[in-house]
């Protein structure tokens, strides 16, 4: 299988056809290739080699920033410290958020706010806070420039989901997935659904491991340079009754002797957001595959804290259990 590729430059434009090319793309597989996005190369190129020099440091400077120290979710994880599906992921990765303040007011009526709070960066590359800002600031004009051309393809206004993102949520990792030395898992992240609105994935040019699944089948997702792979997240799927799919998909084992580098990012609204529902024309509501659950079996929630809060939970259980057991045991994840 070969994604399409889409083109931001078109989207922005207003091409009619390229917006009608996304909503159906999006809602036969959810994943495509994103080309004419803006981003040099050069910036590329800068964050691999910020992540890589990261990853070389001794285990001790990397745990200067660790997850596990914490409650917002931030920082370094070690191999194995991620879960999915309840299975041990095998890579290690940096978490990154909107860099601000920790939200200490309404947390017992909104407890996703606990989400939000400072990132904590290594002393060892001080370069690494303004790129990593500079990154999250310049995908997340990406990311609403195209959630407005999801908008129009759907019949609506391009500003139709402006409001929610007054006071956004974006997540990244830096993350690195080295081969297990001797078959110590058998993921490099099992299958998933993604949390947000939409995921803007930059693999490493010829690197391999991503798959996605369509039809009962898993297919290998090539690795292209200057295109970033984007799929849908939870949250857009919702929106739109199930119209537009969130895909599962999944990165294997690094073979050994090698070493797989990628750079995602999540764009997702303001935590206490209510992600609208999309009217949608009666022809596009005819195809519409209807509210799903998560792949842990849960309802998928409109509330976009809540939604990502869930997912935490249950990726992280060592920060979860000494954070918040208590939050874990009343959502039940």
Known sequence: MTLPIISLEKLVAGDGTEIDRLRQVTHEIGFFYLSDHGIPVDLQAEMFAVAKEFFALPQEA??????????????????GEELTQGRTDWREQIDYGADRPAWTEGLTEYPW?????????PSALPRMRPLINDWQERLSDIGLEMLRAWAVSLGQAPDYFDDIFDHPHPMMKLAHYPAPA?????????????????????????SGGLQVQRDGEWFDVEALPDLFIVNIGELLEAATDGYLV?????????P????????????????????????????LAAEARGLGRDMAGQEISDISGLNTLKSRLRA??????????????TLGA
């Open 182 to 206: 001797n078959g110590e898992a058998g993921q490099g992240v099992g299958a998933h659904h993604d949390a947000g609105v939409l995921t803007l994935l930059l693999p490493e040019e010829g």
């Open 62 to 79: 990397k745990e200067e920033i660790a997850f596990t120290d914490n409650p917002h979710y931030r920082g370094y994880s070690r191999l």
């Open 113 to 121: 706010r606990v989400l939000e709070g400072p990132n904590p960066w």
């Open 316 to 329: 992280h259980p060592e920060t979860t259990a000494r954070y918040h057991s208590e939050l874990a045991a």
């Open 256 to 283: 050994p002797g090698t070493a797989r580098f990628s750079i995602p990012f999540f764009l997702t609204p303001n935590l206490d957001a209510r992600f609208p529902r999309i009217p949608l024309a009666p022809e």
């Open 246 to 254: 969130s895909t599962p998909h999944r990165v294997l084992p690094s």
